[in-house]
């Protein structure tokens, strides 16, 4: 059980509960093998191995869920929407991340509970990442 920021916490956490890192880099492979072949997604990375961007997606959700804080300790804040604006995000980015991310939660096999929770933060950051309506 780890820490919580007002006291100790009451149980284990989201991360802790759905496996801890092993499943979020599983969740992150599967999403990158979409997103690599993606006319698209692929465009917004600039690197030519996609494996950096995979390891901060990790890192990110790894800390969001209550694991280890590796993501800040590295990179800061995460400052999602301002990390994300050099690039085009309108709705077709927005849904072609989403179902590529869709995917990559239904190859997990979670308890339905953990699903739900997961695919319900991950439709909210999609969705406030949209920073333009142009094509």
Do not use: C
Not at 2 to 26: C, H, I, N
Not at 96 to 102: I, Q, V
Not at 106 to 117: K, M, S, V, Y
Request: negative net charge.
């Amino acid at each position: 059980m780890q820490d919580g920021r007002d006291g100790p916490a009451l149980g284990p956490s989201f991360y802790e509960t759905v496996g801890g890192r092993e499943t979020f880099e599983r969740l992150v492979a599967e999403f990158y093998r979409g997103v690599a072949d993606d006319p698209v997604l692929r465009p917004m990375y600039p690197e030519e191995d996609l494996g950096p961007a995979a390891e901060r997606l990790t890192m990110f959700l790894e800390q969001y869920w209550g694991g280890p804080g590796t993501y800040s300790a590295q990179r800061g804040h995460p400052r999602l929407r301002m990390r994300h604006l050099p690039f085009k995000v309108n709705p077709e980015a927005r849904d072609r991340w989403l179902a590529h991310m869709r995917h990559a939660v239904d190859t997990l096999d979670l308890p339905p509970i953990a699903e739900t929770t997961l695919w319900d933060y991950l439709q909210r950051a999609a969705f406030a990442m949209v920073n333009t309506f142009e094509e």
